[in-house]
């Protein structure tokens, strides 16, 4: 079955299109990563208008190399400044700014990119593997069953919410709430509307998660201080010795991608647990003389094998059960959407020649990100001299070009715009903004499941408990809000803990 789908996706993978487009994903990627403030989230959201005018498989490919580039990308900067270019790199300067302190910044990039590409390829067997058999395995859910798949997905809002729950179930609901506007599928009867001819399908998603993140993030770069500043950077070309230093860890590199690939199959973990969680299990598996935290390769080996390898986990259950992992694979879950295909069990039914063809492109995204990874790294060491002055003006013109071109509409336009003032507002009261993309695609898929299931039903919502594979996830979702529950209740005894020992230091 597995090998069905790679020969079904070899036609539409092989073209040239799809080969070109996945390479300067790549590059785009590794780009955006690098400079701090960006990262693949980021590069997918600017690049989204482009991807969807394309083929399936070449615009996936694209958009998924962008996520894999954009992944190891950071830890470029995370080792030549000692900025992480995006948080997945947070754990890379534990290792990798003191390795280039001692002159050996062009051995710490390459291990770092051949980690993330070997990390990447382990990550995406797991994929290819693991997708067509829990696709499978839900390929017998009917509408009670994908009810509470999305409710489930909505919990990874828990998890992303960062150090508030409430706000990030707020941001949540406010998604949901999003995707309520324009006309009901099934009653074809207008809802929030207001009379605008422009809200009848809603609100483009595209439009809308330009707004929040793209421009809301450039207006904060405004506000810095360094506009005109112009980085330091020494120019660095790894070698390919470092794919021997890096396979000298070969137990590390195994180890540290199979952590990050559980991780990213894990809705809400994401790369940041898993590369803090893998370089904290090969500290403790270090042998003597192993200096971790002063430049050790072992560090970084961890760290990047982990952080790429959650790109593969997070496609499992973003591709066979439309459940996204992280807000970039909501990202490419959205893109799926708008390029007419439903993740899922049907998917891998109906578009086999699609399924096979990402997989593929994503395997191959990590080959180019070893060969690009180490041939073009001084380009994007020059990139990063870049003065944000003329940086942002580029990217926000690249966001009302992209935005205009979904539907030639100014009113995308406007609703770019709104929706970054709310962004602006969002982040200042330290609301998360990847709960309102999941709750605005996921709110779709649970109320069609929710309205079908009740109206199959004949005894109300008991229909959720009568399907044993139903009743099974409506056990999970109640153990994940009582976890939930504890974990609010922890942060306020932590919270209220915290501030007693403060007015005691301030006391005293």
């Not at 190891?72 to 992480?84: D, K, Q, V």
């Not at 790199?89 to 390795?99: S, W």
């Not at 009901?184 to 483009?204: A, I, M, Q």
């Not at 690939?261 to 647990?273: E, H, K, R």
Request: glycine share 12%; net charge neutral; charged share 10%.
């Amino acid at each position: 079955m597995i090998f069905e789908f790679l020969n079904a996706g070899l036609d539409v993978f092989l073209s040239p299109l799809a080969l070109g487009l996945t390479f300067a994903g790549i590059i785009v990627g590794l780009v955006v990563g690098a400079m701090p403030g960006l990262g693949p989230l980021m590069g997918i959201i600017l690049l989204l208008p482009l991807a969807i005018g394309l083929p399936p498989v070449p615009a996936m490919g694209f958009l998924i190399a962008i996520f894999v580039g954009g992944s190891c990308g950071g830890s470029i900067s995370a080792i030549l400044l000692r900025i992480p270019g995006t948080p997945l790199a947070a754990a890379t300067l534990f290792d990798g700014y003191p390795m280039a302190q001692k002159g050996r910044a062009s051995d710490a990039i390459g291990i770092a990119i051949t980690s993330s590409a070997i990390g990447g390829l382990i990550g995406g067997v797991v994929l290819v593997f693991c997708a067509p058999i829990l696709a499978s395995f839900a390929a017998n859910f009917a509408p009670p069953e994908y009810t509470m798949l999305a409710i489930m997905g909505l919990f990874a809002i828990v998890v992303i919410s960062g150090g508030s729950i409430i706000k990030g179930l707020l941001a949540g609901s406010f998604g949901l709430l999003l995707a309520t506007v324009g006309t009901d599928s099934f009653s074809t009867g207008l809802r929030f509307t207001f009379g605008s001819n422009n809200l009848l399908n809603g609100f483009h998603i595209v439009a809308v998660v330009v707004g929040l993140f793209a421009i809301s993030e450039m207006a904060a770069q405004m506000m810095s201080r360094d506009l005109l500043k112009i980085p330091d950077v020494k120019v660095a070309r790894p070698g390919l010795h470092t794919i021997v230093l890096t396979l000298k860890h070969y137990v590390n590199l195994i180890r540290s991608s199979a952590i990050g690939t559980l991780f990213g199959a894990i809705p809400g973990a994401g790369g940041v647990i898993s590369s803090f969680t893998s370089y904290a299990v090969a500290k403790a598996a270090a042998k003597p003389g192993e200096d971790y935290g002063e430049g050790a390769e072992g560090g970084l080996v961890a760290t990047e094998a982990a952080n790429n390898a959650t790109v593969g986990g997070t496609l499992v259950p973003t591709l066979s059960l439309g459940i996204p992992g992280d807000a970039s694979s909501a990202m490419l879950l959205g893109a799926l959407l708008i390029l007419g295909f439903i993740p899922g069990p049907a998917m891998f039914e109906n578009n086999p020649d699609v399924v096979g063809g990402i997989f593929m492109v994503y395997l191959a995204a990590n080959v180019f990100l070893l060969i690009a990874g180490i041939l073009a790294t001084p380009i994007f060491v020059y990139v990063l001299r870049i003065p944000k002055v003329y940086l942002i003006p580029s990217i926000l013109l690249l966001c009302s070009i992209g935005t205009f071109a979904l539907q030639a509409s100014v009113f995308d336009l406007q609703v770019m715009l709104v929706f970054g003032l709310i962004g602006i507002l969002f982040r200042a009261a330290n609301f998360p903004l990847a709960p309102v993309v999941i709750g605005m695609i996921l709110g779709p898929i649970l109320e069609a499941n929710l309205r079908r299931s009740l109206l199959i039903s004949r005894d109300g919502y008991w229909i959720f408990l009568d399907r044993p594979v139903s009743a099974t996830l409506v056990g999970i979702n109640a153990l994940l809000l009582v976890a939930m529950a504890y974990l609010m209740i922890k942060r306020a005894r932590g919270a209220k803990q915290s501030g007693m020992t403060k007015a005691i230091a301030l006391h005293k």
